[in-house]
């Protein structure tokens, strides 16, 4: 073969797309996407794909692409599955050697292909890459493609300061309606460029996940555009947590958070605390005040005095006048 060809590329969210890139790495090949122009200029590449994740605009371009490949290209096939749809029958019928990922795939396809290949995908967990043992952990999870690398690069120099071993772990989620692209992997790769091989990418984690990890690492960082919020739920969280949290503020953070007594400014800080009583105190005090003030109990309360007083301004509204004309708190039978 002299190249691989996928529909998703991306491996950190998509199995294929993984599968893909180590078998490329294995075969010193490059990986390409399936309707790039390139494909028409590969002489046997390795088609590896799941139909099934077309869309079905997609479907219908590769429909059309297929007498360009068949009169360009010599491809052999992998099915990862097999839907018997007609651009897989084509697929099937075209290709010059047909792999399956295992012996139901194959024997599916066996009544459309006789020489059909039986194979395995290996495993994929990266089995070279041990999480090192350090004094210190940092965790940050958040939204993907908010990664800002100054204040992490600060953050690194602080740990530097400490003298101790550190790693960084990296968890990430995605809003509505976005996606976990490039950009967010360029920004892992930045990560990792600052902290070296001590920043390890955890992918996503269940909230049970989430807050296991905070109550196992030393500190938890998050930095934003200006500072931190009080609308900033994966801060608040961790705050709760009683995980000592390096952040950055600004005259809009919650005031009730202190440098130094409820949290860290990553642009305050001169010396990064490490020993345990100090750690601890802060911890403690950053849980205090969360609960306190920052809590689920304490929103729905306000929200209900709010309530009450909205109504209570209603009930005093006079009862003539254009704004009584247009307000009406106990409607009419007419009304």
């Given at each position: 073969?002299?190249?691989?060809?996928?529909?998703?590329?991306?491996?950190?969210?998509?199995?294929?797309?993984?599968?893909?890139?180590?078998?490329?790495?294995?075969?010193?090949?490059?990986?390409?996407?399936?309707?790039?122009?390139?494909?028409?200029?590969?002489?046997?590449?390795?088609?590896?794909?799941?139909?099934?994740?077309?869309?079905?605009?997609?479907?219908?371009?590769?429909?059309?692409?297929?007498?360009?490949?068949?009169?360009?290209?010599?491809?052999?096939?992998?099915?990862?599955?097999?839907?018997?749809?007609?651009?897989?029958?084509?697929?099937?019928?075209?290709?010059?050697?047909?792999?399956?990922?295992?012996?139901?795939?194959?024997?599916?396809?066996?009544?459309?292909?006789?020489?059909?290949?039986?194979?395995?995908?290996?495993?994929?967990?990266?089995?070279?890459?041990?999480?090192?043992?350090?004094?210190?952990?940092?965790?940050?999870?958040?939204?993907?493609?908010?990664?800002?690398?100054?204040?992490?690069?600060?953050?690194?120099?602080?740990?530097?300061?400490t003298e101790k071993?550190?790693?960084?772990?990296?968890?990430?989620?995605?809003?509505?309606?976005t996606t976990f692209?490039?950009?967010?992997?360029?920004?892992?790769?930045?990560?990792?460029?600052?902290?070296?091989?001590?920043?390890?990418?955890?992918?996503?984690?269940?909230?049970a996940a989430v807050?296991?990890?905070?109550?196992?690492?030393?500190?938890?960082?998050?930095?934003?555009?200006?500072?931190?919020?009080?609308?900033?739920?994966?801060?608040?969280?961790?705050?709760?947590?009683?995980?000592?949290?390096?952040?950055?503020?600004?005259?809009?953070?919650?005031?009730?958070?202190?440098?130094?007594?409820?949290?860290?400014?990553?642009?305050?800080?001169?010396?990064?605390?490490?020993?345990?009583?100090?750690?601890?105190?802060?911890?403690?005090?950053?849980?205090?005040?969360?609960?306190?003030?920052?809590?689920?109990?304490?929103?729905?309360?306000?929200?209900?005095?709010?309530?009450?007083?909205?109504?209570?301004?209603?009930?005093?509204?006079?009862?003539?006048?254009?704004?009584?004309?247009?307000?009406?708190?106990?409607?009419?039978?007419?009304?």
């Amino acid at each position: 073969m002299d190249a691989i060809v996928g529909y998703h590329l991306n491996p950190l969210r998509c199995g294929v797309a993984r599968f893909n890139v180590n078998l490329a790495h294995q075969v010193e090949r490059p990986v390409l996407w399936l309707f790039d122009p390139e494909v028409l200029r590969t002489a046997e590449p390795l088609i590896s794909l799941k139909v099934e994740e077309f869309t079905p605009e997609d479907v219908m371009r590769l429909e059309a692409l297929l007498p360009a490949i068949e009169a360009n290209t010599r491809f052999d096939l992998f099915l990862h599955t097999f839907g018997k749809t007609p651009v897989e029958l084509r697929l099937v019928a075209a290709a010059q050697q047909v792999y399956c990922g295992n012996t139901q795939l194959a024997a599916e396809v066996r009544p459309y292909r006789a020489d059909v290949n039986a194979v395995w995908c290996p495993g994929m967990v990266a089995q070279d890459e041990r999480f090192e043992p350090a004094e210190l952990s940092v965790f940050t999870f958040g939204m993907a493609h908010k990664v800002r690398t100054r204040q992490y690069a600060r953050l690194r120099d602080l740990l530097d300061a400490t003298e101790k071993s550190y790693c960084l772990y990296v968890s990430t989620a995605l809003h509505e309606n976005t996606t976990f692209d490039d950009e967010f992997e360029a920004a892992f790769n930045d990560l990792k460029a600052i902290f070296g091989g001590r920043a390890y990418f955890l992918g996503y984690l269940s909230d049970a996940a989430v807050y296991n990890q905070l109550l196992a690492s030393t500190f938890f960082a998050a930095f934003f555009d200006q500072g931190m919020r009080a609308n900033n739920t994966s801060v608040n969280a961790a705050l709760q947590a009683g995980t000592v949290v390096v952040t950055n503020l600004d005259g809009h953070s919650p005031p009730e958070l202190l440098h130094g007594q409820h949290l860290i400014d990553v642009d305050q800080a001169v010396t990064l605390p490490s020993d345990g009583a100090t750690l601890a105190f802060i911890g403690e005090n950053a849980r205090r005040v969360a609960l306190e003030t920052l809590s689920w109990e304490r929103l729905a309360k306000h929200l209900g005095h709010a309530q009450s007083a909205t109504m209570s301004s209603r009930l005093a509204l006079p009862n003539s006048g254009p704004l009584a004309q247009r307000v009406s708190v106990f409607p009419t039978q007419d009304a």
